[in-house]
C-alpha cells in the first residue's frame, strides 16, 4: 500500500485535482466580485471593512496557491496553505450551521445552483482538508516521475475535478428541487438519478481498478528478478581465475587473473566484434564500470577487420580489449556476451550470461550480497520467510 502511495502518479493527481479546484473557485469569485462580497458579510465573522477585503484579496490567495500546487519547488507551501484555508473555509461553515444559518449561500462556487451550507459541506471541506494534507506527507517521499506520469496524474486530477463539481451541481440541484413546479421537478429528479449512477459507475470502475493493482502488486512480489544465467561448465565461483599475462589489441600488457595492481574489482566480459547485444551492451558496461569503480577487461575473438570496425565505433575509454580465443577456452565459454567478476585477489565473486543492463547489475549485486547468483539470493529469503 505504501508503494502505490508514493506512486507519481497519486501525488500528480492530487497536484492537478486542488490546483484545478482552486482556480475554479478563484476565477468564479473574480467574475462576481460584488455577489462574493456579500456572501463574506453574510456569514457575519468580520467587520464590513474587513469583509471587503477579504473578498477581493481571497480569489486572488486561491490563484497564487493554485499556481504553487504546480510548480515543483512551491509543491510543500502551496498544500499547506490550501489545507489552512480549506480548515478556515470549514470553520466559517460549521458556525454558521451550530448558528442554525443554514440558508446562507457557501460561497464556494458563483455557478447559479448554490447549495446551502450544512454539515455534509463540513464533511465535504475535511476530506479535502485531508488531501491537502496527504499531498503534504507523499510528496517528499515521491520521485519525481516521467512526463507520462505528470500527464497521467493531471488526468485523474481532471477527472476528480468533474467529479467534484459533479457532486456541486448535484447538491445544488436538490437544495432547489422543492422550489420547482412538478413537471421541473420530475426533470430535476430524473438529471440527480443520472448523476448518482455516474457516481456509482465511477466508483465500480475505481474499485476494479483498485484490484488491478493489487494483483499487479502480488505479481510483481512472487516474480523474482532475471539475473544473468549461470552455466556449469569452466571455473566455478570462489575459484582463482585462470591467469594470463597478455597484449591488448594495442599492444599493452595486461593481466587477468591474480592480484589486481589497482586493488578493485575486475569484471571480464566475452563479447565479439559482429554480436549486436555486445555492440548495445557496451556504452551500459563502460557506465557500470565508472558508477562502481572497477576495471573492465573485453575478451573478443574474429577477424582483425572485425575488431577494427568495432573499435573505430566505440570509444574505449579506461576499458582494455583482448583479443584471445585462449582465455574463453580457459574459462570454457560457450556463449556471449558472457561476464565474469573478479575480486581484487584474482577470485571468481559471479559469472552468468549479460544479455542486459540488469544480468550485468546482477553479478555485482551476487557479489554485494555474498550470494552466488541472484537466483540463489531469492531463494535464500524464500527459504528463510517459510
Known amino acids: 500500500m505504501q508503494e502505490v502511495l508514493h506512486e507519481p502518479l497519486v501525488t500528480q493527481g492530487l497536484r492537478g485535482f486542488l490546483a484545478l479546484l482552486f482556480v475554479t473557485a478563484a476565477v468564479s469569485k473574480l467574475t462576481s466580485l460584488e455577489e462574493f462580497y456579500g456572501v463574506v458579510r453574510n456569514f457575519r465573522l468580520l467587520p464590513d471593512g474587513l469583509s471587503k477585503a477579504v473578498a477581493f484579496v481571497l480569489p486572488v490567495a486561491e490563484l497564487a496557491i493554485a499556481a504553487g500546487l504546480l510548480i515543483t519547488p512551491l509543491v510543500m507551501p502551496a498544500a499547506r496553505a490550501a489545507a489552512a484555508l480549506l480548515t478556515v473555509f470549514g470553520t466559517a461553515i460549521a458556525i454558521n450551521v451550530l448558528r442554525g444559518r443554514t440558508q446562507i449561500d457557501c460561497g464556494c462556487f458563483?455557478?447559479?445552483?448554490?447549495?446551502?451550507?450544512?454539515?455534509?459541506?463540513?464533511?465535504?471541506n475535511i476530506v479535502l482538508t485531508g488531501l491537502a494534507l496527504a499531498l503534504v506527507g507523499l510528496f517528499p517521499a515521491t520521485a519525481a516521475g516521467s512526463l507520462a506520469d505528470i500527464f497521467v496524474g493531471l488526468m485523474?486530477?481532471?477527472?476528480?475535478?468533474?467529479?467534484?463539481?459533479?457532486?456541486?451541481?448535484?447538491?445544488?440541484?436538490?437544495?432547489?428541487?422543492t422550489q420547482l413546479p412538478c413537471r421541473k421537478v420530475a426533470?430535476?429528479?430524473?438529471?440527480?438519478?443520472?448523476?448518482?449512477?455516474?457516481?456509482?459507475?465511477?466508483?465500480?470502475?475505481?474499485?476494479?481498478?483498485?484490484?488491478?493493482?493489487?494483483?499487479?502488486?502480488l505479481l510483481h512480489e512472487r516474480s523474482s528478478p532475471m539475473g544473468a544465467m549461470i552455466t556449469d561448465h569452466g571455473p566455478d565461483i570462489g575459484d582463482n581465475a585462470p591467469e594470463f599475462d597478455i597484449p591488448d589489441y594495442f599492444g599493452r600488457n595486461v593481466r587477468i587473473g591474480g592480484a589486481s595492481?589497482?586493488?578493485?574489482?575486475t569484471l571480464i566480459m566475452f563479447t565479439a566484434p559482429t554480436c549486436p547485444?555486445?555492440?548495445?551492451?557496451?556504452?551500459?558496461?563502460?557506465?557500470?564500470?565508472?558508477?562502481?569503480?572497477?576495471g573492465v577487461v573485453m575478451i573478443s575473438d574474429g577477424a582483425p577487420e572485425e575488431h577494427a570496425r568495432f573499435l573505430k565505433n566505440h570509444e574505449l575509454g579506461q576499458i582494455r580489449y583482448v583479443v584471445s580465443a585462449e582465455i574463453g577456452m580457459a574459462f570454457q565459454?560457450?556463449?556471449?556476451?558472457?561476464?565474469v567478476l573478479l575480486d581484487a585477489e584474482g577470485v571468481i565473486k559471479a559469472k552468468g550470461l549479460t544479455n542486459t543492463r540488469e544480468h550485468l547489475e546482477s553479478l555485482l549485486e551476487a557479489d554485494k550480497s555474498g550470494f552466488a547468483s541472484l537466483q540463489q539470493f531469492m531463494a535464500s529469503r524464500k527459504k528463510s520467510a517459510a
Open 110 to 124: 458563483r455557478n447559479g445552483m448554490k447549495p446551502d451550507i450544512s454539515w455534509a459541506l463540513v464533511g465535504r
Open 156 to 177: 485523474a486530477g481532471l477527472v476528480m475535478m468533474l467529479l467534484y463539481f459533479s457532486a456541486s451541481m448535484l447538491g445544488g440541484l436538490t437544495a432547489r428541487q
Open 277 to 294: 547485444v555486445c555492440d548495445k551492451l557496451f556504452p551500459i558496461i563502460k557506465s557500470i564500470a565508472k558508477a562502481e569503480k572497477i
Open 187 to 217: 426533470e430535476m429528479t430524473f438529471l440527480i438519478a443520472s448523476n448518482i449512477l455516474l457516481w456509482v459507475a465511477f466508483l465500480g470502475v475505481t474499485l476494479v481498478l483498485l484490484g488491478l493493482i493489487r494483483q499487479v502488486g
Open 333 to 339: 565459454v560457450g556463449k556471449i556476451p558472457y561476464g
Open 261 to 265: 595492481d589497482q586493488g578493485r574489482p
